[in-house]
């Protein structure tokens, strides 16, 4: 759907490495690994690879009811963008926090009670996390500012290279780790029997937050690739460059978590708290190994979230942008104000707002929680209806034909799927999430 006066991808190159860097993000490396370690570590995996297997679609608009969807994900979008850029902030800190040493000399054997009461200080003290909150969502700012292909386009094709070539290190380094061995097996055999139907959807609710469905990004993003895009093969690549980075991302974590004897469920702190001492302790005996492993780790989580970031920052960018003809720059002024604003709120649900609940959460989890539990599956139950019911079949296989010049099957098998196996599956998922089912 793009016309000339729309901005637009330059390469296939960049439209790959922009819609990858949409989808690997914290969410690959922070959130797979422990939604995994939580839930029966490659029985998880298993459960999420046959989950992210039907989901490709592209926006089409008639009737009022079903442009609105699209209006779904705008909002989701941007709420998600509000939390995010908080844990982005954090993950900066962390940064600077190996860069200059900090993670290393807290290191005692066996006792991770200075990361805890560092990270605990840390997020709870009102200017700190604030500061680097704003630092992270300025550079978004600047390259949502550059343009499509000035900014998006260009610096993901400098920064997912580079995350991939971080990630070969860090699993290099790791798989020697004393503890690789124990890791190892904990991710790759399946444990059937800590698989509930909680964890079937949060694998389910897993593959959607970490591949950016729903929440109009890679709409967004589909919206300025060229005619000649070949929609369904994209969308193949960009499901196995996301997994890869997740299942590589728990290659590096679990060997240094068992290796310091550290439960693979300790649940979200574990990038912030075990981590960091983990690394020490797997490594420690070349301290200079350790501190590479370290500073290379957090730069990682910061090139993934700033491109995942960046995608979430588009969506309502492009939407003010389009609807109040204002120029780009200016749309997103209004966007950084609004993430500011709400951020900032986030952050300080940490700390001195700690006694602010929405339905008995903080305001962080009550966004997650919204975010991806009740509106991805929510919008994904919609778009599925809308592609698979409402939509004419002939529109949908021209689309995702290219005027019919690709082969008809993975049409064909796509629209099937929508029709009758995602909004069911998805509909349970959410109802099954809400405890309804
Ligand atoms: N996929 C991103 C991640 O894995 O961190 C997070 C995300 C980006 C979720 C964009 C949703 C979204 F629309």
Not at 138 to 164: D, N, Q, T
Request: one cysteine or more; proline letters at 4%.
């Amino acid at each position: 759907m793009s016309s000339p006066s729309r901005a637009s991808f330059g390469s296939k190159f960049g439209i790959i490495m922009a819609a990858a860097g949409s989808a690997v993000g914290l969410g690959n490396i922070w959130r797979f690994p422990i939604e995994t370690g939580q839930n029966g570590g490659a029985a998880f995996i298993l459960i999420y690879i046959i989950a992210i297997a039907p989901h490709a679609y592209k926006k089409l608009s008639s009737h009022p009811f079903w442009s609105n969807i699209g209006f779904i994900g705008v909002l989701g979008g941007s709420l998600i963008l509000c939390y995010y850029v908080v844990v982005a902030g954090w993950v900066l800190k962390y940064m600077f926090l190996s860069l200059d040493g900090t993670l290393s000399t807290l290191f005692v054997p066996g006792d991770a009670s200075g990361y805890e009461s560092l990270f605990g200080n840390f997020v709870s003290s009102p200017w700190s996390p604030l500061l680097f909150m704003v630092l992270f969502v300025l550079m978004c700012h600047f390259a949502i500012a550059a343009g499509v292909r000035k900014g998006i386009e260009k610096l993901s094709k400098i920064f997912m290279p580079a995350l991939f070539v971080i990630l070969i290190v860090l699993v290099g380094f790791s798989l020697f780790a004393p503890g690789a061995q124990e890791g190892l097996s904990f991710l790759f055999h399946p444990d059937f029997s800590k698989l509930t139907t909680g964890s079937v959807l949060s694998a389910i609710a897993q593959a959607f937050y970490s591949l950016s469905l729903c929440m109009g990004c890679l709409c967004t993003y589909a919206s300025y690739f060229g005619k000649d895009v070949n929609i369904v093969k994209s969308a193949v690549s960009i499901s196995v460059i996301d997994t890869m980075v997740a299942i590589m991302a728990g290659l590096i974590i679990f060997p240094a978590v068992f290796s310091a004897g550290i439960s693979p469920q300790s649940g979200p702190s574990l990038a912030f708290i075990a981590l960091p001492g983990a690394f020490q302790q797997a490594f420690g005996s070349v301290p200079a190994v350790a501190y590479i492993v370290s500073v290379l780790f957090y730069a990682l989580l910061v090139l993934a979230a700033l491109t995942s970031a960046i995608s979430l920052y588009e969506v309502p960018t492009a939407y003010i942008h389009e609807t109040w003809h204002i120029r780009r720059r200016y749309a997103a002024l209004v966007v950084t104000a609004v993430c500011l604003m709400l951020g900032t709120v986030c952050s300080l649900s940490m700390g001195v707002l700690g006694d602010l609940h929405i339905f008995g959460k903080s305001v962080f989890d009550f966004l997650d929680y919204f975010c991806t539990t009740i509106m991805m599956p929510l919008s994904g139950v919609f778009i599925a209806i809308f592609l698979g019911w409402v939509v004419k079949r002939d529109i949908f296989m021209d689309d995702v034909t290219n005027g019919r010049t690709l082969r008809a099957a993975p049409a064909g098998v796509i629209h099937w799927l929508l029709r009758w196996v995602a909004p069911i599956l998805l509909l349970a998922a959410f109802l099954g999430v809400l405890g309804v089912i």
